[in-house]
């Protein structure tokens, strides 16, 4: 997994989240902060999924929506609804991104025994999207290809903003 944070077990450190009652995770590594909701500024003639920008300490930096990714439809915004700011390579460039989230719940381990790819077939989901499912008890964890989403979805926009240290 890219920008994944793998014990010596071979476990996963992920952030969990949802996104209208499914649980997704993101590897903790990549996550840089968890905010409240900010003000949005739209983004003419984007991508719905990559639709608006927000101030993140003094730099702005597109925000998305996974849910649309997965063909979900779009929240609203609740007392839970958080934006995680996650650091990803696109274009091989390091990139902050603010990924909208219904509700965030903590930082976790997944053991990779208990991950499996996604099936292909009878999954509502487009499967290249998924990295891997986790289980955990009864329930699921999605873990997404954010790679293959921000590649398809994301396309070239002039949203994405490199991040450069300071």
Known sequence: MTDTAQTETGALQVLTFDLQGETFALPALAVREVLDV??????PGAAPFVDAVINFRGRVIPLTDLRLAFGLERGPVTIDSRIV?????LNGDPTLIGLR???VHEVTTIERADTEDAPRVGLRWRADFIRCLAK???DLIVVPDL???FATRGGATGA???FTPS
Request: avoid cysteine.
């Open 136 to 138: 955990r008890g009864a």
């Open 160 to 162: 994405v903003i490199p």
């Open 101 to 103: 989230a219904d509700k």
């Open 147 to 149: 790679d293959q989403i």
């Open 38 to 43: 900010l003000p949005e500024t739209a983004v």
């Open 85 to 89: 700011v996650i650091e990803h390579t």
